[in-house]
């Protein structure tokens, strides 16, 4: 079944017209599908290639060579985008009063009438721009602008949802309910590409995530799958001295420590040998921070290989 | 096609101020008109109002010349390519954009004429004659402009039009008059500032035959250009 988004051996250089200043590659023969339904979490350092990846899938550029399709079509299709909301990193917006310049992305995509009408200030309602529907956006500061932007991108209530930074502007309060509304789109079906640095977010949102880091990608999976890999256990004991397994801690009368998957039942009848009690055995669960510093800072020769989906 | 009108309408809106100033010369020329004495001064006011054009060439050049670099450079162009809208009609949208704004302008030129002129004796019919010969000589320069915009800097796609309009006249100079047919913008606007009170109506409708073919052509040719460049790109 074909994903709402592929890519297939995606390779994106730009030269320089002065060869002096060389070549870079921004994405390196990148394969990725995203599935019908899910939020996925893109991730990756600063120059990894997300914004480029995202970029050709908007067909605002050509692939040196590859080829992906959205919503079954090839890259850039007008049509297709039509079923698209799109929100850029640092949104740049026409300097209109708020709810007409949503009408006005509205109308680009082919939306007219009262149900335009209705279906803007129902986005504009949605972020919390009601008061505001009427100012223009040149006094907007930068969360009010990244909300007006979320609303340009769900105007035509797009069956795919491509976000980039979609929070990185929001106050804490903005941030929980665009991540209410994400879950909401995701309920009523639709698909949703979300480019953040915000791990957190990613982490309490996305169904599968995918790593990228100097073009390719080095890390693909579901979120509780890639957090679980650990092969580590947490295990909290109660009537056993602190010392007798290394790098134990002890409070109020537990004792916690880590062992490896493979050293579990020993540890836990080593417990039992020392007449202690079990009070749990947890997997360790990593955070997708510590994942992502592990992913990004290791060598890029960890890369998922071609075909990977 | 709504798509076209809706990019356009923006597009003038986004220029509102160099079309009012542009305006304030019709403004300048009206106000000319209610202080001079039309009968006595109405050779004085014919040379101001054959000035008019020139600005309007000037805008032409200028405005198309930076259109799509400074869309891309606010990264505005995003969010308005993000939806469903093609390239060209992007570029048909601008080109109609400059195309309104210069209507405009040569529509209060044409009224400010047919009311300061008109009353000099000036034929009205020769006038609205130079008010379409202006136009199509606009159409003609922002579409030079805005194909070299697709792929150019403003300044260079500024001087790349501004020779490639120039070219033509030259070379009319040194070789003979069928050289200003390669782009004749100059052909367009020759009836405009050589017009007197006593040129009759003899229209010459080649250029205007070229200029259309011309217009066609330049944007086909800056629609495919700019369906095949990378917009998302860092410009500096």
């Known amino acids: 079944m074909p994903g709402v988004i592929e890519f297939v051996n995606v390779s994106k250089e730009y030269k320089s017209w002065f060869p002096s200043r060389g070549m870079v590659r921004a994405l390196d023969d990148f394969s990725l599908q995203v599935e019908d339904g899910e939020i996925f979490g893109f991730l990756g350092p600063n120059g990894a290639g997300k914004s480029t990846a995202i970029h050709l899938a908007m067909g605002f550029m050509r692939a040196t060579s590859g080829h992906g399709l959205m919503l079954g079509k090839g890259f850039g299709d007008a049509a297709t985008r039509r079923r698209v909301g799109f929100l850029a990193e640092n949104v740049a917006l026409y300097h209109r009063p708020a709810e007409q310049l949503v009408r006005f992305y509205g109308a680009l995509n082919g939306m007219r009438g009262s149900s335009l009408a209705r279906r803007a200030h129902e986005v504009v309602e949605a972020l919390g721009l009601v008061s505001d529907a009427r100012r223009n956006v040149r006094q907007f500061s930068r969360g009010m602008l990244q909300r007006v932007g979320l609303a340009q991108a769900l105007v035509n209530d797009p069956q795919l949802l491509i976000l980039d930074e979609p929070t990185s502007a929001l106050d804490p309060v903005a941030r929980v309910s665009v991540r209410e509304l994400l879950l909401e789109s995701r309920k009523a079906g639709k698909t949703i590409f979300l480019s953040s640095h915000m791990l957190s977010e990613v982490e309490l949102v996305c169904d599968r995530v995918a790593v990228v880091n100097r073009g390719r990608l080095v890390r693909l999976g579901g979120i509780s799958e890639l957090l679980e890999s650990r092969q580590e256990s947490e295990i909290l004991a109660r009537g056993v001295p602190p010392n007798s397994f290394p790098g134990a801690i002890s409070s109020d009368g537990l004792v916690r420590f880590l062992v490896e998957a493979t050293a579990q039942r020993s540890a836990l009848q080593r417990v039992w040998a020392l007449g202690g009690e079990i009070v749990s055995v947890n997997p360790v669960r990593r955070s997708l921070e510590e994942l992502f510093l592990e992913v990004t800072t290791a060598n890029s020769s960890d890369a998922i290989g071609k075909g990977t989906t | ?236």
């Not at chain 2, 109405?42 to 405005?63: K, T």
């Not at chain 2, 130079?130 to 000589?137: C, E, G, N, R, V």
Request: with cysteine.
């Open chain 2, 1 to 236: 096609m709504r798509t076209v009108f809706l990019i356009a309408s923006n597009f003038v809106r986004e220029q509102r101020w160099p079309i009012l100033v542009l305006l304030l010369w019709v403004l300048v020329t009206c106000v000319l008109g209610l202080m001079a004495d039309v009968r006595s001064d109405r050779e004085d006011l014919l040379v101001i109002f054959q000035q008019l054009p020139i600005y309007g060439i000037a805008f032409a050049v200028f405005i198309g010349g930076a259109a799509i670099h400074n869309e891309r450079k606010s990264r505005r162009i995003l969010a308005v390519l993000s939806k469903g809208v093609r390239r060209g009609e992007y570029i048909s949208g601008v080109l109609v954009g400059i195309v309104f704004a210069l209507m405009l302008y040569g529509l209060c030129m044409g009224l400010t004429g047919t009311w300061v002129l008109g009353q000099g004796g000036f034929s009205i019919a020769l006038l609205w004659f130079l008010m379409f010969s202006f136009l199509m000589a606009c159409v003609l320069a922002s579409a030079v402009a805005v194909f070299f915009s697709t792929f150019m800097t403003p300044l260079f796609a500024t001087l790349a039009t501004g020779l490639a309009l120039g070219i033509p006249f030259v070379m009319m100079l040194q070789f003979g008059r069928d050289w200003a047919y390669l782009i004749p913008v100059y052909l367009l606007l020759e009836s405009f500032v050589k017009a007197t009170f006593s040129t009759p109506w003899q229209p010459d409708w080649r250029p205007f035959v070229v200029a259309t073919v011309e217009i066609v052509a330049f944007w086909l040719l800056a629609s495919w250009i700019f369906a095949r460049r990378d917009i998302a790109v860092a410009l500096d």
